[in-house]
Each structure stands twice: as C-alpha cells, then as structure tokens.
C-alpha cells in the first residue's frame, strides 16, 4: 500500500483544518485520534474580532476573519452541509462611558468593519441592561462538534483512514512528514513537551429556558448563545490551575451567579461540559518543524480563539512544510528554542 504524504496526530480543531488544507492541495493523510478531546467539543465556536476589555481588535482580525469566512465556506460547500450559523454578538454596556467609547471607536474607520452604531431603542426582553448595548458584525459561529464528525466522514468517504488511538511516539523511522495538532496533550509528546503550552481550563453550562427569545450571542464578562429549540449554551470559565478537562462546581456557581446579575428569566441548567484550552503564556500559535528531525511538525497554541485561528495559520503552516516558506516569528516554534 502506498504511504500517506502526511501524518495528523490529534483530530481537533487544528487537525482538521490541516486535513482540509492537505484535502484542498492534493496531498494523502492518515489520521490518529485518542479521543480525549480536551477542547475543541467543548467550545462555543464564538467568532469575535473585539477584545471588549480594551475595545481594541483581536490579534491579526483583519487578516484572520476574512480567510476564515471563506475557507468555512468553502468547507460548507464541499461537505453540501452548514457549519456556520450567521450570529452577531450584542455586549452590554456597563456605563454611559462605555457607550460613549464605543461609538467613538465605532466612527474609526478601522473598526466599522466590526462594530455597528448603538441603538438606543434596542431591547432584549429578559435581560437588564439600562446601558444599552453595542453590536459586534461577525460572520457567524462555528458548530465545531458538527464540523470534526461531517469533516472525518467526509474524508473517510474520500478514501483517508483514521486510527483511533494514540499515537505511538516510540516509531524506529520517521520517513513521513508527522504533524502533532495534540492540543493540551503535547505536553506527553517527547519531541515537543519543551514549548510552553498552559492549560486554561474552561467550563460551560447548557440552559433551557422558554422565556429568552434571542438567537444572536449575548456578552457580559460572560456569553449566552443559542443553540436550538430552548437550549443556550453559556460559559466560560477560565481556571489556569487544573490540567484536567472535568466539570467543577465552582465553575458552575460562578456562572449563576455572573448569569443572575443581568437575566431576568426563568431557567434551568440542563447539563455542564468542561474543556481545556491549549494556551501559551505569550498568546500566539505554536507553529513550526522539530530543530533536530525536520519531519516533525507542530500545530499547537490556538487559545481561546481557536476558530479565527486555525484556518489562516494551518495554511501557513502547509506552505511552510511544502514550499519552505518563512513562518512568521511571532508564531514560530523557533521563539522557544532555548527551552529545548
Ligand atoms: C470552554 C471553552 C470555550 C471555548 N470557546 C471558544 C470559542 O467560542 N471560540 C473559539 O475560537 N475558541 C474557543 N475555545 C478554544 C478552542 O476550543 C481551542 O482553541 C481549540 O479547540 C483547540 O483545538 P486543538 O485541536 O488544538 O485541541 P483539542 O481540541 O484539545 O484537540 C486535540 C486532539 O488531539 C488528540 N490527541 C492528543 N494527543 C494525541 C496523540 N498522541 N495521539 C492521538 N491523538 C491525540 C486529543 O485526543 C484531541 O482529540 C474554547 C475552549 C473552551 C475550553
């Protein structure tokens, strides 16, 4: 049998978007997954080009979302299924200043690509926000648990296998370009357990509730966002001391409590998941190839804001590992050379 191009080990955000990278240039892959899934199940799928504490533009938006908009696209179209809910996020003011500040970067030209003009007669009903609130253009949100389970079919259908355990480190020949998408787990990879990943552990509720009619997302310190029929997803935690992707009551308190001080609906918590986030202490992706085996290749480091991420960057990565194309060094594994 002839051998793959390329090996994927770990079958989460960043390994799927290589696989379809690899799928879109023509090149064979085999996948390894143990399954575990630390975070990619877990996420909300949130695409959001603003970091409302500063009100200032995520890293890299204006390169990131449009090549994300059109590379899920263009997976929808070859998949003849959506993975993308068209969904704007409405963040609630705390203050007239923060109105204030929000229209004033709202006339900038470099931020009205993203946030839209306040609207003072603009009500949710069953959520206090006296405030008001200042809406967020995104392109949508990602269903990431659809998108793994369509995207391995998909492959499987096109002839690409998928081996569902561990990847067995101790190979005797690396004859193959291997690229490790492990998420968390690269802490267990003994070619690249040197670069400092953090674990950010992240916990999420799911709620039913009649009375909240809302289908876009809503922000305050937290996210509400529905899913279908009565069921919104809300969350997240972030708990940088626990390396495990298990639910905790704390987690589930502090979001009651931060829910409570906005909402006034009935509801009921249906169910609570738990992930860990594969974060790095400078907050960039970890992309690159081992210093000492060239076949070894990491896509690693995606945060909190894995979606927006992982389609440019897996590209990034590919030309890298086909054309020997420079990686930025903001991004690059290089930066973490001296821990190694
Ligand atoms: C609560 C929460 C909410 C989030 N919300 C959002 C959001 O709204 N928007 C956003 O953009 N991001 C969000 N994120 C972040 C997002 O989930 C991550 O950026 C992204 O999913 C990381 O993907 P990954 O593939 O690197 O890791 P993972 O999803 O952890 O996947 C790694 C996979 O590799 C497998 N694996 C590991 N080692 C091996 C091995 N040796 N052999 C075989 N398989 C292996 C694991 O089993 C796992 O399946 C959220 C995260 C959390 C926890």
Not at 90 to 103: A, G, H, L, R
Not at 122 to 139: D, H, L, M, Q, R
Not at 142 to 161: A, I, M, Q, R
Request: glycine share 6%.
């Amino acid at each position: 049998m002839k051998s793959p191009d390329f090996l994927i080990v770990g079958w989460g955000l960043a390994g799927v978007n290589m696989a379809w990278q690899l799928y879109f240039n023509n090149h064979s892959f085999v996948v390894y997954d143990s399954t575990k899934n630390y975070s990619t199940n877990t996420a909300a799928g949130i695409v959001n080009p603003i970091v409302f504490k500063r009100l200032t533009k995520s890293w890299q938006a204006d390169k990131l979302m449009p090549y994300a908009e059109n590379f899920y696209k263009k997976v929808e179209m070859a998949l003849k299924d959506n993975i993308i809910t068209p969904k704007h996020i409405f963040k609630i003011f705390n203050s007239f200043e923060d109105e204030n500040n929000w229209m004033v970067k709202q006339s900038d030209d470099r931020f009205n690509a993203y946030l839209l003009p306040t609207n003072t007669n603009f009500e949710i009903y069953g959520i206090n926000a006296p405030y008001g609130y200042g809406e967020v253009k995104t392109f949508g949100n990602l269903d990431t648990v659809k998108f793994l389970k369509k995207s391995k079919l998909f492959f499987l259908e096109k002839g690409h296998k998928f081996i569902n355990h561990s990847f067995d480190y101790n190979v005797s020949r690396i004859d193959i370009n291997i690229i490790f998408c492990e998420g968390y787990d690269i802490v267990n990879n003994p070619f690249f357990n040197y670069l400092p990943l953090k674990p950010t552990h992240g916990d999420t509720l799911i709620i039913k509730t009649k009375a909240l009619k809302f289908k876009d997302i809503i922000n305050k310190n937290m996210f509400i966002m529905h899913i279908k029929d009565d069921l919104y997803k809300i969350g997240a935690t972030y708990n940088w001391s626990l390396k495990t992707p298990v639910c905790t009551k704390e987690g589930k308190n502090e979001l009651i409590d931060k829910l409570n001080q906005f909402a006034n609906f009935e509801y009921s918590v249906v169910s609570q998941q738990a992930g860990i986030r594969p974060t790095v202490k400078d907050r960039r992706p970890l992309l690159g190839t081992h210093p000492e085996n060239k076949r070894l290749h990491v896509f690693n480091g995606l945060g909190t804001k894995g979606v927006m991420i992982a389609p440019y960057y897996s590209e990034k990565l590919l030309k890298h590992i086909v054309n020997k194309e420079e990686i930025d060094k903001e991004i690059n594994i290089t930066r973490y050379e001296k821990y190694l």
